[in-house]
């Protein structure tokens, strides 16, 4: 990952060796950047986007995660959930510019932010379910906070990927445009909450999202042991064995 700064806006460009699936790595860099980001009184907002071609993030890295242990899960997910809470309660604003397919764990990411611009011929989706996963119940409330109980049920039950108009319509990004007007369009939207009063949009922020942050963490350290046993569960690993080979095989097809 790299932040680059296009005068008062910082953009964080996602740009891992994994298709910028979630690690333990690419969670190290984002912390990393966001403190650069955060203590810089020069970048008033961030833009998160992507140098990948076709995608944004595509969720969790199924071929690192899979063969550790239960004590390095535990980790990880504790670190994951932590930067989903930092991200909702991240005192500046974050546009996120969606270049590509926006899945699961990524979708949650994305979520967090202020606003979300996604190209059209992307899909983005919360697609757990059908890897075997229900969520967090951290990140249930975060939906439900941020999406409304109803649709954040459909959303994660249906475990559909959405097309970027379906996504509009939904409300799960904020905007479509072609892929050439992505940034300009971030930009534009970016630089108006860049604008605005600092310490009145922090503390705004802090009115709206730290009540369901502080309830975040709260369920986070009385719940993660309980999303530990599900990853382990004989349903939950049958279900990524078989989503690791589609992968493999996927991969073996394209070099063919």
Not at 113 to 122: H, I, K, L
């Amino acid at each position: 990952m790299r932040l680059e700064r296009e005068r008062e806006i910082g953009i964080l460009f996602i740009d891992t060796e994994r298709n910028n699936a979630v690690n333990p790595d690419s969670i190290h860099e984002a912390n990393q950047l966001m403190d650069e980001a955060e203590r810089d009184p020069t970048i008033r907002a961030l833009i998160v986007t992507s140098t990948h071609k076709s995608l944004f993030c595509p969720g969790l890295d199924f071929p690192t995660l899979m063969g550790k242990s239960r004590a390095e899960m535990a980790a990880f997910f504790q670190t994951l959930l932590g930067l989903t809470r930092r991200k909702l309660a991240y005192p500046k604003p974050e546009v996120y510019a969606l270049n590509g397919h926006t899945l699961a764990a990524g979708a949650i990411l994305a979520l967090t932010g202020d606003y979300r611009v996604m190209t059209n011929g992307s899909s983005f989706g919360l697609v757990e379910i059908d890897l075997g996963i229900a969520i967090p119940r951290s990140t249930v409330a975060m939906l439900e906070h941020l999406l409304g109980s109803r649709l954040a049920e459909r959303v994660l039950v249906g475990g559909q990927r959405y097309t970027a108009e379906q996504a509009l319509q939904l409300g799960l990004v904020d905007e479509v445009v072609e892929r050439e007007r992505l940034v300009e369009r971030a930009l534009e939207h970016t630089r108006l909450l860049a604008a605005k009063p600092p310490e009145a949009y922090r503390r705004l922020r802090r009115y709206l999202r730290h009540d369901v942050a502080d309830r975040m963490e709260a369920l986070d350290a009385a719940h993660l042991d309980e999303f530990v046993d599900q990853w382990f569960s004989e349903e939950t690993q049958r279900q990524l064995r078989a989503t690791l080979e589609r992968m493999m095989s996927g991969k073996a097809a394209a070099r063919a």
